[in-house]
């Protein structure tokens, strides 16, 4: 072809995916464990797109109908997003743009401002459908990028080609929504074909049988640029490390100590001298600075992925528990992280086991009777799961049976509490452990036949304001939990995050780190969560978060073992629930060591994790300030160190679009690495570090 018809067809193709179609119809489907838990329908007339959207899964999804008014140029001038969130809040969005300046309307509010010459809103509830025309988009920018308003910047790398069944798409990212980049494939006509996830998929109606592939190549893809991370971020020395002049921590005993040195080698610390001690030959230094180092934090509730285990490890959580995922993913991701492949956490995982219903979450194992939930209880028990965790849907009369089969394997029982019985009856039953508080509430101010398969479980909070926590149901239950030495995992800043977030304000569970996250993620971290049909229950909200938090201090002065989770994956979150201790009463050396020890000490693996003594793992976080003093402390990590690998905050967050909240610490190499006997000529060790 000559240049001229060349370059004559390329723009030629650039105007046909530029200018809107005359009349499209799209439809997907989205896919979670295997099943289909809602639909997407995109009907494009001319320059108007009418867009419906529904998901139910896990008792609960957005329903959402979007028009989009598209420009010449294929970006929207106008959009409207009406319906209802995740939780049942009311959505009502807007966007215009004319004569150089753009409005919007949304949970913060009405505002403008003048609209670059070629820029892209970024609905604050927009579905999926919304990437493929992001994506269009940018792929006309010669550098892929254009502005965002309501801010930032939107990006776009080609990922190359993905054959999927018999035909082959073009895999994308886009960047500057969210923590992470958007995975997507578009088809020849640069039409979104599928949005790809590790867990699921949104996929063009028809090709439901391709998710397999389309999961297995959002883990292969997601893998890649995590190794690639972990590259950049992970640093280790192939030298004994002296981290000078720091007070360490000691959550047994709850104190700060004087300035030590610490120091590490092999994954392993090899030593806390004092202050004034020589060093030896050959060590790498860390300057502490005089700041405080912590034993490495645990998430007891988590559901990670390759994304939330290098933000945990940026906010100093090196071990979690996983409540449940993808059983195909999880063993997977465990293996990559213990071969040092990407960066994360140690994880204990549970797992999850949920009753067949029109409101089961499509996670882990869904079983449709009594024996097929025996069977996973085996199942889970021979590839090492440490519990079961039940959820809501299980038919509360298959407890006793599946607790008792656990615990002839050696595993532990934990959960929700399901459906139509009450806490009691499940520590009856055989319950270990209760996760989440409201599952102990609820129980206490609820009818028994009201279903808390629906998000009710959660809207039904605001009835807890009044609840007298000195009342002899509410003692009955902890009573029945100091004799049964029944645990609890109260993921107490995610229902703050569910409680107290209202339109255009920031819920105190994220309001200290807010202004360092993505707009994106601002964005929806100041909307509503729950359904606040006005003042009263603005209020019976606030009040359900005053009671929560007498019910934790209550919780702690009856002896019952508390582990810190959040069922959230930024990291920072874990900061909050320790905050959220605080303020509940519960001293602060006391919240500490829940945070580190504790939670060892009921896995079991206290001789080697929890604290900092010589002999154990080398997981801790180094922080300029003292967070015995406020806990607010915990964000401004300068340092991590898991297995005795370095991580600097400072150099991962902006990975994620996250202003970092401390400088990393200073740090001298070795000059000349000690000459073993028999050795051949010594060498300069700089030459074996990686930064």
């Known amino acids: 072809m000559s240049p001229t018809l060349l370059r004559t067809a390329l723009l030629a193709s650039t105007l046909f995916i530029a200018t809107p179609a005359c009349a499209q119809h799209e439809r997907l489907s989205v896919i979670a464990n295997g099943e289909k838990v809602g639909f997407?329908?995109?009907?494009?007339?001319?320059?108007?797109?009418?867009i419906h959207y529904d998901v139910k899964n896990n008792g609960r999804g957005p329903t959402m109908t979007e028009s989009i008014a598209l420009g010449a140029d294929g970006t929207p001038v106008g959009w409207a997003l009406d319906g209802k969130s995740t939780f049942g809040g009311d959505v009502h969005e807007s966007f215009s743009r004319s004569g150089g300046t753009a409005r919007w309307s949304d949970s913060m509010g009405k505002r403008s401002a003048p609209a670059p010459a070629a820029g892209l809103y970024i609905g604050q509830n927009a579905s999926p459908w919304a990437l493929g025309l992001y994506a269009r988009a940018l792929l006309q920018r010669p550098d892929g990028t254009l502005p965002a308003m309501p801010g930032g910047q939107l990006r776009i790398e080609k990922l190359g080609p993905a054959k999927i069944g018999t035909a082959t798409y073009q895999a994308y990212a886009i960047s500057g929504i969210d923590l992470s980049p958007e995975m997507i494939l578009l088809d020849g006509h640069q039409r979104l074909f599928a949005v790809l996830e590790t867990g699921g998929a949104v996929v063009r109606e028809g090709h439901e049988a391709e998710v397999p592939a389309l999961t297995q190549l959002a883990a292969d893809l997601t893998a890649k640029r995590y190794a690639a991370l972990q590259q950049r971020f992970a640093h280790k020395i192939d030298a004994p490390v002296r981290i000078r002049n720091v007070r360490v921590f000691d959550p047994a005993s709850g104190t700060l100590g004087a300035p030590v040195s610490v120091l590490f080698a092999e994954g392993r610390i090899t030593g806390i001298q004092p202050l004034d001690a020589q060093p030896s030959s050959g060590e790498a230094t860390i300057e502490g600075d005089g700041g405080t180092l912590l034993p490495g934090l645990h998430d007891m509730h988590a559901h990670t992925g390759l994304e939330s285990a290098?933000?945990?490890?940026?906010?100093?959580?090196?071990?979690?528990?996983?409540?449940g995922n993808d059983n195909a993913f999880l063993p997977r991701l465990i293996r990559q992280i213990d071969a040092g492949e990407v960066a994360?956490?140690?994880?204990?995982?549970?797992?999850?086991?949920?009753?067949?219903?029109?409101?089961?979450?499509?996670?882990?194992?869904v079983a449709d009777s009594e024996r097929a939930a025996i069977d996973a209880v085996r199942w889970y028990a021979a590839r090492g799961y440490w519990q079961v965790k039940i959820y809501n849907s299980m038919n509360p009369a298959w407890v006793p049976a599946i607790?008792?089969?656990?615990?002839?394997?050696?595993?532990?029982?934990?959960?929700?509490?399901?459906?139509?019985?009450?806490?009691?009856?499940?520590?009856a039953a055989g319950y270990d452990e209760v996760t989440h508080i409201n599952q102990l509430m609820l129980g206490w101010v609820l009818d028994p036949r009201e279903d808390t398969r629906t998000p009710l479980r959660l809207t039904a909070m605001r009835r807890t304001a009044g609840l007298d926590l000195a009342s002899p149901a509410v003692a009955?239950?902890?009573?029945?939990?100091?004799?049964?030495?029944?645990?609890?995992?109260?993921?107490?800043?995610?229902?703050?995050?569910?409680?107290?977030?209202?339109?255009?304000?920031?819920s105190p569970s994220v309001a200290s780190y807010i202004d360092h996250l993505p707009i994106g993620l601002q964005r929806r971290r100041r909307q509503?969560?729950?359904?606040?049909?006005?003042?009263?229950?603005?209020?019976?909200?606030?009040?359900?978060?005053?009671?929560?938090?007498?019910?934790?201090?209550?919780?702690?002065?009856?002896?019952?073992?508390?582990?810190?989770?959040?069922?959230?994956?930024?990291?920072?979150?874990?900061?909050?629930?320790?905050?959220?201790?605080a303020e509940a009463g519960i001293p602060i050396p006391d919240v500490l060591r829940l945070g580190t020890l504790t939670p060892e000490r009921y896995m079991g693996r206290d001789q080697k994790l929890?604290?900092?003594?010589?002999?154990?793992?080398?997981?801790?976080?180094?922080?300029?300030?003292?967070?015995?003093?406020?806990?607010?402390?915990?964000?401004?990590i300068s340092m991590v160190v898991k297995d005795g690998t370095i991580y600097f905050p400072a150099e991962i967050y902006p990975a994620f679009g996250v202003k970092p909240f401390a400088d990393a610490p200073k740090i001298s190499r070795p000059a000349v690495a000690p000459k073993a006997a028999g050795s051949g000529p010594s060498h300069d060790a700089a030459d074996e570090f990686l930064f």
């Open 610 to 636: 929890g604290s900092i003594a010589r002999g154990k793992r080398a997981d801790f976080l180094l922080l300029p300030g003292d967070p015995t003093k406020d806990l607010r402390e915990l964000h401004r």
């Open 403 to 427: 607790a008792q089969e656990a615990h002839r394997l050696g595993m532990g029982v934990t959960g929700h509490i399901p459906a139509f019985t009450n806490a009691d009856a499940m520590i």
């Open 310 to 323: 290098m933000l945990y490890i940026a906010a100093g959580v090196t071990s979690v528990r996983d409540m």
């Open 40 to 50: 997407l329908d995109a009907d494009q007339q001319g320059s108007t797109v009418t």
């Open 528 to 581: 509503a969560i729950a359904p606040i049909a006005g003042p009263d229950d603005a209020a019976a909200y606030d009040g359900a978060m005053v009671k929560v938090k007498q019910l934790l201090k209550l919780l702690h002065d009856r002896g019952v073992t508390l582990l810190p989770g959040t069922d959230d994956q930024t990291g920072l979150s874990v900061h909050r629930e320790l905050e959220i201790y």
């Open 476 to 506: 009955k239950t902890l009573d029945a939990m100091v004799a049964g030495h029944v645990a609890h995992d109260p993921t107490a800043v995610t229902l703050e995050l569910l409680m107290r977030s209202r339109n255009g304000m920031a």
């Open 344 to 365: 994360g956490p140690r994880i204990v995982p549970n797992g999850f086991l949920e009753g067949r219903s029109p409101y089961s979450a499509r996670l882990g194992i």
